[in-house]
T-cell receptor, first 113, second 112 residues
């Protein structure tokens, strides 16, 4: 079956612009995670959704970052007023339920110039 | 605050060798631990999930062990192959939270 997909695969933007990153989880997976990964580092937790609700958003670095999952499937990570330090690979993962085996998408590489 | 450490950061071995990768965590009140592999430029692939009540899990040539009291997990790879070359990451979630904390990974190279 289809795995987790993320679009776009690459996004180049200018400092100060707004970006949206999309994640399509595996059908039927109620849990969805967003992570950010910098070169040479492990993924850093951003936010966890259980169904439509953000059950834990403690990893969002500041109020420029926001994520939604309105129908409990597709999720969008939104970043306002992008900064160069936001450049990283943004990874999405889904699982049948929270704390279950996670299935990762290929990631979106965000570059802020 | 949970911290996860993986040593060594990089490892190079000849094909056929058995090897052990290490993962240490500071808070022993974990719910479960997952091992992943990551190929360059790709997302992560789950290898094994080990619950806090388990001592080990096996999948093919891979065996993961867990010692909660000492805050350690090891991933044993038998008869390594060049296709095993990748970065191996461990991640833990603590009881009472759904947040996973990752180590920085061990970059493995298996030489043909």
């Amino acid at each position: 079956g289809a795995g987790v997909s993320q679009t776009p695969s690459n996004k180049v933007t200018e400092k100060g612009k707004y970006v949206e990153l999309r994640c399509d989880p595996i059908s039927g997976h109620t849990a969805l995670y967003w992570y950010r990964q910098s070169l040479g580092q492990g993924p850093e937790f951003l936010i966890y959704f259980q169904g439509t609700g953000a059950a834990d958003d403690s990893g969002l670095p500041n109020d420029r970052f926001f994520a939604v999952r309105p129908e409990g499937s597709v999720s969008t990570l939104k970043i306002q007023r992008t900064e160069r330090g936001d450049s990283a690979v943004y990874l999405c993962a889904s699982s049948l339920s929270g704390r279950d085996t996670q299935y990762f998408g290929p990631g979106t590489r965000l570059t802020v110039l | 605050k949970q911290e996860v450490t993986q040593i060594p950061a990089a490892l190079s071995v000849p094909e056929g060798e058995n090897l052990v990768l290490n993962c240490s965590f500071t808070d022993s009140a974990i719910y479960n631990l997952q091992w992943f592999r990551q190929d360059p430029g790709k997302g992560l692939t789950s290898l094994l999930l080990i619950q806090s009540s388990q001592r080990e899990q096996t999948s093919g040539r891979l065996n993961a062990s867990l010692d909660k009291s000492s805050g350690r997990s090891t991933l044993y790879i038998a008869a390594s192959q060049p296709g095993d070359s990748a970065t191996y990451l461990c991640a833990v979630t603590t009881s009472g939270t759904y947040k996973y904390i990752f180590g920085t990974g061990t970059r493995l190279k298996v030489l043909a």
